[in-house]
Structure formats: structure tokens, C-alpha cells
């Protein structure tokens, strides 16, 4: 950095994820000193990226960035361009000449939910069991205040999951209330207790585990991280970091330690009650969303409204150009999951 002395007005920009870890030399003044911190691009800068790497393709003339923009939030550069270019090898895969709206919905929903695995083979027993788990999310997600909308539910296998209920935030949300992330607790669980009302105690599957961690890790960090918990108040309980991995060292007491075991377990535990108290009020909801599931492997959200309603269920929906993302229509919930991927996934 240094010896550029003969050239004045030379500026040099670099970019890092990782600025915490830059070492000090390098941001000394007169070397990188400045910092700018660029976060994700809101609805608007989505769709201006999305308008860049759209050039390099072929689109049917009814391709709408904006509505795509819409669709997308939490996503960033990078995964903007993966989209064009997930829709475009989808385009590609089944011989067609232009990159349509419906090929950017299918690889949105590969990008948030995983590929589908449709030649992985699930028995029939295993695909009911799938099929109440996602169920189960599906119908406390519809049922806890400030929950984003359902927008997808399928027993296709995806990734590693052999089934997703997909959430979808209605716009860009950059902060969480209690309330919400309390949701987000209660509709992990949703699964679990769905497979523990059919199956019994015994019969349940180890499904529930990504649910479970994605759960406890909220509720801790309500506790230690985000002050929601009225016992231990609005303090940071963390590692405080060493110079090394792994030598960092707590910096809070023993005593302080239960404290926040007990209040995680609280927080859990109230959220388990009313996640089970929603599925058992509704019952028969379960087995018809299960049956609806059998039926058509995928539901979406207008099918979860009628089931919901307990109306009889109507058809996939043909695609449109006003679906994508299609979130606007169960206006009762909104947000964005708190930690990790732009939207909510179990
Ligand atoms: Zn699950």
C-alpha cells in the first residue's frame, strides 16, 4: 500500500464480508481508512440488479423485474444473479426459446427450498408422515399473530428436506417485534407436534431436528443477544472474542448460565403450548391439508385459504403474471425470519 507516493489520486476500493477480522495494518489512515457498509438492495435495488443480469438473456416480453423485485426480499446481489441464471438453465431444460415469468418463479422456489428431488423414492408411509409434519407448520404459521404468509407447501422432497412449507415475508423488513419471532418458535414446533398427535410419543420422526435448532437458536438469541427476556433485561450475553479460535470466554457467571437455560426453556416451552393448543383446535384442518397434500404433492396459498376456511379445496392455480411471489393476498401476517435466508423454510 505504501511507496504510491508518485501517484497521487490513485484510490483503491476493495470489498470484504469479513471486515471484522482485517488486520489493523491494513485500515491504518492513508491505507483502506474509510469503510462503507453496503447492505442488502431493498425493492428497488433489486430490481435494478435484477435488470443487469437480465441483459445477458433472452426474456419473454412479459417478464416484470419488479414483480420479481416484490417476490425476492432478503436477497442479495449475488443470489439475484443466480436467479436470472437459474431461469435461465430452466428455460433451457425444457427447450424454450425465452426466459418466462413462470421459469424465474420455479427457480426462486429452488433457490429458497432446495431442488426438488422428485425421483427420490418415499414410501408411502413416509410421504403421509411428510405430510402431516408440513401440515402442522403450515396451519400454526396461518394461526400465530404477525407470521408471514404461507406461500407454498409440499411433500416433494427438496435438498435435504423431505418436505417444506414455505413462508414468504410481504415486503422488506428490517427489524423482527418479540411477537413475531415468538411465532416463528411456535410454527417450528408445528411439525413435531403434528407427527406426536397422529403417531403418539413414540412414533415421531427425527424430521423435527433443523425445526428444533432453528427454534432454540431464536429463543436464545432473544435472550442473550436481542434484551426480550424480562428477567435478565436488555444485555448482551456472549463469547467475548479471543485472539484465537476457540480461546474466547464467556462474560457472564455460572449463575447468570442457568438463568438463561431456564428462560430459553420458558420461552420454548410457551411457545410448544400454543403451537399444540392451535393444531389440536383444529384437527380436522390437519387431515384435510394432509389429504390435500396426498392429493396434489404441492399446495399453494390460496388452497392453504381454503383449507383453512374449511371450504373444499380448489385446484393448483395456473400460473399468472400477478403470482409471483403472491404474498399480498392473506394480509393478516407479515415479517421476515430473523436469522438466516431470506425467508422461512421447514
Ligand atoms: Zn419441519
Known amino acids: 500500500m505504501d511507496g504510491f507516493e508518485g501517484n497521487d ?7 470484504t464480508n469479513r471486515a471484522d477480522v482485517l488486520d489493523r495494518a491494513l485500515l491504518r489512515p492513508g491505507r483502506f481508512d474509510r469503510q462503507v457498509y453496503v447492505g442488502l438492495p431493498d425493492i428497488r435495488g433489486r ?13 419473454d416480453e412479459r417478464v416484470s423485474p419488479s414483480i420479481i423485485a416484490r417476490g425476492t426480499p432478503g436477497f442479495s446481489g449475488a443470489e439475484l444473479a443466480n436467479l436470472v441464471n437459474e431461469a435461465a438453465l430452466m428455460a433451457a431444460r425444457s427447450n424454450k426459446r425465452l426466459v418466462t415469468m413462470e ?3 420455479q427457480a426462486r422456489d429452488k433457490i429458497m427450498m432446495g431442488a426438488e428431488r422428485k425421483s427420490m423414492v418415499m414410501s408411502e408411509k413416509e410421504k403421509i408422515m411428510t405430510a402431516y409434519h408440513e401440515a402442522g407448520h403450515a396451519i400454526v404459521g396461518c394461526l400465530v399473530p404477525e407470521h408471514d404468509p404461507v406461500h407454498k407447501v409440499t411433500i416433494i422432497p427438496r435438498g435435504r428436506a423431505l418436505g417444506v412449507t414455505h413462508f414468504l415475508p410481504e415486503d422488506d423488513k428490517y427489524s423482527q417485534s418479540r411477537l413475531h419471532l415468538l411465532g416463528n418458535i411456535s410454527v417450528a414446533y ?5 407427527e ?3 403417531y403418539g410419543a413414540d412414533g415421531v420422526s427425527t424430521g423435527a431436528m433443523s425445526d428444533i435448532e432453528y427454534a432454540t ?8 443477544r436481542w434484551g426480550l427476556s424480562d428477567k435478565l433485561g436488555p444485555l448482551l450475553f456472549g463469547e467475548e472474542q479471543g485472539v484465537y479460535p476457540g480461546t474466547g470466554t464467556k462474560n457472564y457467571s455460572p449463575a447468570t448460565s442457568k438463568i438463561i437455560d431456564d428462560e430459553v426453556k420458558i420461552i420454548i416451552d410457551d411457545c410448544y403450548g400454543i403451537a399444540k393448543k392451535h393444531l389440536e383446535d383444529n384437527r380436522d384442518i390437519l387431515e384435510s391439508m394432509k389429504d390435500a397434500l396426498m392429493e396434489y404433492e404441492t399446495i399453494d396459498s390460496d388452497q392453504v385459504a381454503d383449507l383453512m376456511a374449511r371450504r373444499q379445496v380448489r385446484p393448483p392455480r395456473e400460473w399468472n403474471d400477478d403470482d409471483f411471489g403472491d404474498t399480498t393476498k392473506n394480509t393478516d401476517v407479515s415479517g421476515e425470519s430473523p436469522i438466516g435466508g431470506p425467508a422461512n423454510t421447514h
Open 9 to 15: 489520486g490513485v484510490i483503491i476500493i476493495a470489498a
Open 47 to 59: 430490481e435494478q440488479i435484477l435488470k443487469v443480469h437480465m441483459r445477458k438473456v433472452p426474456l
Open 103 to 105: 421459469d424465474f418463479e
Open 190 to 194: 408445528g411439525g413435531r407436534i403434528a
Open 196 to 198: 406426536e398427535m397422529i
Open 217 to 224: 437458536r431464536i429463543a436464545r438469541s432473544m435472550v442473550t
